[in-house]
Nanobody, 125 residues
Framework: QVQLVESGGGLVQPGGSLRLSCAAS????????MGWFRQAPGKEREFVGA????????YYADSVKGRFTISRDNAKNTVYLQMNGLKPEDTAVYYC??????????????????WGQGTQVTVSS
């Protein structure tokens, strides 16, 4: 069992930065691939990026590549999403998710077993 709690969302101007955190409880964090997803009103949940269990590899959606960075600290059971160069189209509820089966990064939400409650990110002037 893994419980995930996101924090760090808020209102930011275009071009600004935010860092989201996702704190996990449970013994399986360090053995889980961790992903970030987002969902805007009226749209499906979409993959943002993910990081492998030891943090050695990351993968990003094309829409955020070069602007967003995922990292993790297994000693603190926390995964981060650093978002730079934010755009209005980045406005969404952001979710972290844990994939406890297998070690590969997957982009489909169905592959992730545990989800946080989400944190709102609004990019607006």
């Amino acid at each position: 069992q893994v419980q995930l709690v996101e924090s760090g969302g808020g209102l930011v101007q275009p071009g600004g930065s935010l860092r989201l955190s996702c704190a996990a409880s449970g013994r399986t964090f360090s053995s889980s691939v961790m992903g970030w997803f987002r969902q805007a009103p009226g749209k499906e949940r979409e993959f943002v990026g993910a990081i492998t269990r030891n943090g050695g590899n990351t993968y990003y959606a094309d829409s955020v590549k070069g602007r967003f960075t995922i990292s993790r600290d297994n000693a603190k059971n926390t995964v981060y999403l650093q978002m730079n160069g934010l755009k209005p189209e980045d406005t969404a509820v952001y979710y972290c998710a844990a994939k406890t089966r297998g070690y590969a990064i997957n982009t489909g939400p169905i592959n992730y077993d545990y989800w946080g409650q989400g944190t709102q990110v609004t990019v607006s002037s």
